[in-house]
């Protein structure tokens, strides 16, 4: 008997160790919005499912999404991510951080919209309102 409980406690702990990076969930959805011709212009949605490399536009940016939490407290609920990317030896980074306090959402089983967070930045500032633009988007 003994035996058994010591296996099973060994295979249980061991588990514990080696699965909580795959059962990492995101509670909020997350996007990133690339406008090429500037903010407000035509974008492409990227969802973002996993830190790492984003490929878009052109080779010249080097994005990567960094990062990822999350905590829960009480009725508190907080997740977060990062943008970083690199032009011409610039880098640019931007941080977003989507909160929920209300407990009726948890499960969102009516599918209500929420409104989202989002932040963005201008990968070439100089070019001003014709520069491309990235907004990072999470919503419930």
């Not at 003994?2 to 514990?16: E, K, P, Q």
């Not at 999404?65 to 009725?75: C, D, G, H, L, Y």
């Not at 499960?107 to 201008?122: C, I, M, S, T, V």
């Amino acid at each position: 008997m003994s035996i058994s409980f010591l296996r099973n406690s060994v295979l249980l702990l061991s588990l514990s160790y080696i699965l909580p990076p795959l059962l990492y969930a995101d509670f909020f959805k997350w996007e990133l919005l690339v406008s090429e011709k500037g903010y407000g212009t035509e974008s492409l949605n990227i969802p973002i499912v996993a830190e790492g490399k984003i490929d878009f536009l052109d080779e010249t940016f080097m994005c990567s999404m960094r990062n990822f939490w999350t905590k829960i407290e009480s009725e508190l609920l907080l997740e977060g991510k990062t943008l970083e990317c690199l032009h011409d030896n610039k880098k640019r980074v931007v941080s977003l951080i989507c909160r929920d306090n209300n407990k009726n959402r948890k499960y969102n089983k009516n599918k209500e919209l929420y409104p989202f967070a989002k932040d963005g930045l201008r990968l070439k500032p100089e070019l001003g309102a014709d520069s491309p633009y990235l907004e990072l988007r999470c919503y419930f």
